[in-house]
């Protein structure tokens, strides 16, 4: 409080200087006349009295001068005073400054590089108006295993017609669409939504206009909104886009806006809108049994989302009694929007919050230390200047001043630290929240710097004044700096850092195992060697079985006649690249009422071979299985469960009881299609690609090719190949099976290798805090030994008993640890895979690490202690 | 003899820094002057030297600053007036955390000066 005031009153004095000026003049020249008007009272002449005033006051400029000094703002000098006492004692012990320097800097670093991505993921506005009143509502359907699903579009309609509690809801679904015409055909990520969907967010377009309210109704349907990126990137920013015609799906739509930069719904890769409405139907793909929309509503603004979570609740529930045949048991449930778009990536970053700022404790605690051992060093100097009348005040605060200094520096240290880190942390921001909010240099992040390294220097003042308020100036002109209660703090202190450095080690112990552990998984095929890509086929060029299937060979044909290819194939989707096209397997025979959902994929006959699969009965399809010879099927193991007995030649049907039956030919090993790390899943039915009109989601798209050499190198290529036969063909999605597959555990390694990094932090200060209280005990124990040497004690016992101590703070630090390692562990469950929280294996590692690292760092001033000399540690002093 | 210290200190302006016992002194001066209502530095200048018998003669160069340092801390205020002359000046005035200063320093002085007394005149 006193140092705002002086504060003000010294900006104020800047702003009020002349006026001080003049004052100042006017008020000496008062003096000089009082002064002559006095001595005239007394008799004098009027020359003889002027003259005796001016030289009483001898330099009319000193007295101004002296005066102007007291002007000076006090405290401010003083501080500064500080300041340049803090520098010279920094310059004085370069090696201890810049160790300190690098230990905060650690500290700061590890806490500013995950506040970042906390800021990014939590704080950051979204970019919509009202951000805080939008919410996701979806159907709950938790009795088959989905708490958080996609809504069938007459929910949509009944929940938008019969609450109170929103605005407005909007509904839209994810889409990628072909687009072509000048360049190369691309296939972009793009949304069909209600025309609703933006002034609900709120967000005006750069250019055009809103959808409305006529367009996404049948016939109205050919409109589209793009993205700045798209705007820039395909139609070189022409400022007269709007109202153009492109060909999208290989059918003109109108552009009737642009989107300005930084909008992103739902996601980053969103690329382009386009209108649909949904017509009120009771059955087919826009009834209540099929379920793929998003639903996102603006709240009324005095509606919490808890509020209105009851209010949907309640009208599922009608619903639900209404239509019990396709809702019996859907519930719905709301999130905010932003817990919506993190949702999986929350617990994963505040486990990254606390190990961040565990480091940030570890190098306080270790700097305390250091800052301790300099203080006693130092008890000399303190003493003499207290003896010349400095105050305890006034040396606390000159340790404090010289703890916010170096804190000062570990912080620029630490922000610039956490600055390289920004590239590397946005991988770990969730996609819906990716691009617009990555993480950056902004208020926030510098708040929480400054935050830091104020708390942290303060810190390292408070330990070292315990020292100052309590020194006794007699004992320190005696030498006898070493009060009782430091040779307490310090081994306190290592206790601390070594509990804490134990938490982070076993975290990042627990995240590794976790992704040897999904690394390990067999995902029922070879992802080595082959590379992917996505063809979208157009419905317009398209549109038979015939066609597309005569389309499929051929690019078969010539892919596979490349060199350096060893065989390719299609498939509906490859593994994780989507959850969805499940259908439900009726096996011939009694009813089931259960009957089995498998992920239905429609392949070329390579295609199993070509990833890996492995043929367990039966045999492959072949190019004979087409819409002449009889439907067959190859079922995964886990299908094959569903049977009683022996599955080939037996027959299936898909999806309802009006369906074609399908001979089972072959059964091959299962696929963990929903993740690597998830252990129930669906099994997989395949069918022949030039066999089932089916519906087109279930028309092959993905091409996967078995190579020789280094998938890369053949992309340009195949390329030229494909476009060769359709020139209009959209080509996404290239990268490798490995990639794909790696991609499960990418998070995951983003976070291990910043764990790790923390873990490491924390190890080697922990290292350092337990070096510099041994080397503290040897040296301050140096006399003693002598004595003891001089006794006839042997090397060996004195090294014992100060490693004996050390060990000791390191066992209790390791206790703590461990305790609290399996508390916080717990808290990490839904982060792992394999491995319990408590695995003993992580956590007993964990320990060993530490002592391994303590025994280490004990070494070098245990062999110190050694080689001392009686006859001169006894004569130190 | 302590008075005479005091003066010979007062006029070497060089050793301030080193005349923190000084400066309390001359600011207790000031505050005990200014007890008796507002006047000006010439005035209060004056005030101590009469009161003192000529002993003590406060120099500009070290009255202005103590001023003004104490009206920074709060301990006096100033404002302009006309004196009876028709110049001028700058009057001071006693706040009332001065007044409450005056008491804890002239206390303090006078554990000093029976201190020193007690030295010199051992009983």
Known sequence: MNWIRFRSKYWLDIFRRRQLERELDEEINAHINLDIQHRMENGAPEAAARAAALREIRSVSAVKEATRDAWSWQALERVMQDLRYAFRMMRRTPMFSALAILVMGLGIGASTAVFSLIDAVFLKPLAFHDADRLVMIWEEATHQGVPRGDVASSNYLDWKEQSEAFEDLAAYFGNAFNLTGEGEPERLDGIQATPNLFPLLGVQPLLGRWFNAAEGLPGNLQRTILSYGLWQRRFGGNPNIVGQSIRINDQPHEVVAVMPEGFQFPRGDTQLWIPIQFPRVESGPNGRGVHFLRVIGRLKPDVTWQRAEQEVQTVAHRLSETYPATNKNYGAVVFPLRQDFVQDAQSSLWLLLAAGLLVLVIACANVANMLVTRGIGRSHEIAVRAALGASRVRVARQLIVEGLLLSIFGSIAGVSVALGTFRFLSRLVPPALAGAVAPSLDIHLLGFAVLVSVVTGITFGLVPLRQVLTFDISHAFRGRAVSVAHSRIRPLLVSLETALAIVVIASTGLVIRTILNIGNVNPGFNPDHVLTLRLELSPVQYPTVQSRVAYYRSILDHVEAMPGIVSAGFTTFLPYTNFGGTSGLFIEGPPDPRPPQTYRREVSPNYLATIGVPLLKGRWFSEQDDSNHPPVVIISEGTAKRFDGDPIGKRVRFGTAAGPWSTVVGVVGDIREEGLQLPSQRATTYAPYAQTPSVWFFNPRDLAIHVRGEPASLVDALRREIWSINPKQTISQIRTLAAIVDEQVSDRKVQATLLSAFSLASISLAALGIYGLLSFAVESRRKEFGLRMALGAKNRDLVASVVRETLASIGAGAVVGLILATIIARSLTTLLYGVTPTDSVTLTGSVMILFAVGVLAACVPAWRATRIDPMIALRHD | ?123
């Open chain 2, 1 to 123: 003899m302590v008075l005479d210290t005091l003066v010979a200190m007062a006029k070497n302006t060089k050793q301030r820094e080193k005349a923190a016992l000084l400066q309390g002194t001359l600011d207790m001066l000031i505050l005990q002057t200014l007890r008796w209502g507002s006047e000006h530095g010439h005035g209060i200048g004056q005030a101590i030297r009469v009161r003192s018998d000529d002993l003590l003669s406060i120099e500009a160069g070290s009255l202005y600053p103590a001023l003004h340092r104490l009206e920074r801390q709060g301990r006096i205020t100033a404002e302009w007036k006309l004196s009876e002359n028709n110049q001028r000046a700058k009057y001071y005035r006693l706040t009332a955390s001065g007044r409450k200063g005056l008491m804890a320093e002239e206390s303090k002085w006078d554990l000093l000066v029976t201190a020193i007394s007690r030295v010199r005149k051992p009983t």
